[in-house]
């Protein structure tokens, strides 16, 4: 019993740690502060930077003293046998040679036996043999590590600005999530007030009709509108909670996350709206994409100056020492077994020579494919300078837009009461009411709208431009 409860508090403890890194309300700066740290792209982008600065770590530790050790034992379970003639194990083998050279056959000496034939099995080493051995290499000139350790660099500084520029694209998809979000709340909201309205007439009108006052259409018309609004109220409805599930993706939380909004569409809006931005320099080599294209069009000068390197020389100088031990019995642990030492110093030249024309081949590929990196940085410059104008005249049609919207909203709402008036008095039909309100309801969705693109076009301009502050 006393096990299982100390399960449960701590499965109780888990739970309530874990729900305080989920967050409940957020208004839209706090959103897009906690995308930038949770967002699951941008922590990959993040970790990116990582990669290149433990990669520009390993191409400096090539050009620095490497040391390695190796320990080699060989046990011959059978060794070699090597065949030597028999001859030359004969102890009157030399006495021959003296008697063919002095002819001791004149001197009536008695003749020696013939000489053995055949071959004699031998077999040479220890069974047992240990080498245990230690080497200092250093590179002393090599070009293509010098050109490594440039590419290091340019490697983190395009990982540092692929960052930068996933954090724009996080920050502008919370905003337009955050917005639909908004949107979709603001929707519901109208939509619940005019079923509410369109009720009351509806119940008016069908006492009117029940009395003798009044046509069975202005009903049907009523009934008609409000059939449509409550279908669109449903569709909303179902929107918002895509909207919801799309804004925690964003945030790097489960789509299933409960969270409350604390800003509101209209606050927003009025927040967004600022003419200065429009007044902004159109500079493309201060945006994120100027940049980037620029890191490629260095690391393409970077792969040329590889394939040059590689027709110069490489020098690298090596020491080892060592021991090494034999014996036909397995005695390198005990001290009785002698090791002899070894040492050895060195360095190497390597000089290219001559490749038949295939260094020369990759070195004009390689500068061919700088040349196109040039080529899509104008292009990219002025594709750049096109994409800010475009944004700005959209942030400034949105702006335009919104007002209009504003005044048209005014006036659909002043023709929707009068025709309702004229409705319940008697001189209006209801095919008039029904265009007043629905006109009223489209006007009503066409100034959300606009508020939410002066928001979007807002961000978008501000990501096009790289005026945004990120951490």
């Known amino acids: 019993m006393k096990k299982t409860l100390i399960i449960v508090l701590s499965f109780i403890f888990f739970q309530m740690g874990f729900s305080q890194d989920q967050p409940k309300s957020l208004s839209l700066q706090e959103a897009i502060d906690f995308a930038l740290e949770n967002n699951r792209t941008a922590i990959n982008a993040a970790r990116d930077i990582e990669v290149a600065e433990q990669q520009k770590k390993e191409t ?21 046998v090597s065949l030597l003639p028999a001859s030359a194990f004969d102890p009157l083998n030399g006495i021959r040679q003296l008697e063919e050279y002095y002819d001791l056959n004149a001197l009536e000496i008695q003749p020696l036996p013939d000489a053995p034939e055949g071959f004699i099995p031998i077999t040479f080493g220890t069974k047992h043999s240990m080498t245990a051995f230690a080497t200092l290499s250093q590179k002393l000139f090599d070009g293509s590590y010098l050109v490594g350790l440039q590419s290091a660099k340019v490697y983190l500084e395009i990982s540092k600005n692929a960052k930068i520029k996933t954090d724009l694209e996080v920050r502008k998809a919370v905003i337009e999530a955050y917005g639909n979000v908004l949107l979709a709340e603001e929707s519901i909201n109208i939509f619940e007030r005019n079923i509410e309205v369109l009720e009351k007439n509806l119940f008016e009108t069908q006492k009117i009709y029940e009395n003798g006052l009044g046509e069975e259409e202005s009903v049907e018309q009523l009934q008609i509108t409000l059939s449509g609004v409550k279908s ?3 569709n909303v409805e179902r929107l918002k909670i895509l909207a919801y599930q799309m804004l925690n993706i ?8 409960e969270l409350e909004l604390t800003d509101n569409l209209e606050t927003l809006t009025d927040q967004n709206i600022s003419l200065s931005i429009l007044e902004a320099e159109n500079n493309p080599e201060s945006t994120i994409d100027y940049l980037i294209a ?26 080892n020492g060592g021991y090494s031990g034999y014996g036909d019995e397995f005695a390198f642990t005990q001290k009785s077994q002698d090791w002899f030492g070894s040492s050895l110093f060195g360095v190497s030249l390597d000089i290219p020579i001559f490749s038949s024309g295939m260094r020369s081949a990759s070195t004009q590929r390689a500068e061919i494919n700088l040349e196109k990196a040039k080529t899509d940085l104008t292009e990219t410059e002025q594709r750049i300078k096109l994409q800010i104008a475009s944004a700005k005249s959209d942030y400034q049609f949105a702006i335009e837009d919104y007002e209009n919207k504003k005044e048209n909203l005014a006036l659909a709402e002043r023709i929707e009461t009068k025709n309702q008036t004229k409705f ?30 002066v ?14 502050s990120l951490n």
């Not at 620029?294 to 020491?319: C, G, H, M, Y």
């Not at 095919?431 to 066409?446: C, D, G, I, K």
């Not at 928001?455 to 945004?468: D, H, Q, S």
């Open 424 to 453: 319940f008095e008697g001189i209006g039909t209801s095919f008039e009411l029904r265009q007043a309100q629905t006109q009223l309801y489209s006007a009503q969705q066409e100034l959300l709208q606009a508020m939410l693109d």
């Open 60 to 80: 400096t530790a090539t050009g620095l003293p490497q040391i390695s050790a190796s320990v080699d034992y060989q046990n011959n379970l059978k060794q070699q």
């Open 455 to 468: 928001i979007n076009t807002k961000a978008t301009l501000e990501t096009a431009l790289n005026t945004i």
């Open 250 to 257: 964003n945030l790097g939380l489960d789509i299933y996350n």
């Open 294 to 319: 620029q890191n490629d069009t260095r690391a393409k000068e970077l792969i040329v100056k590889l394939e040059k390197s590689k027709a110069l020389p490489t020098l690298n100088a090596f020491i």
């Open 232 to 234: 669109n109220l449903n």
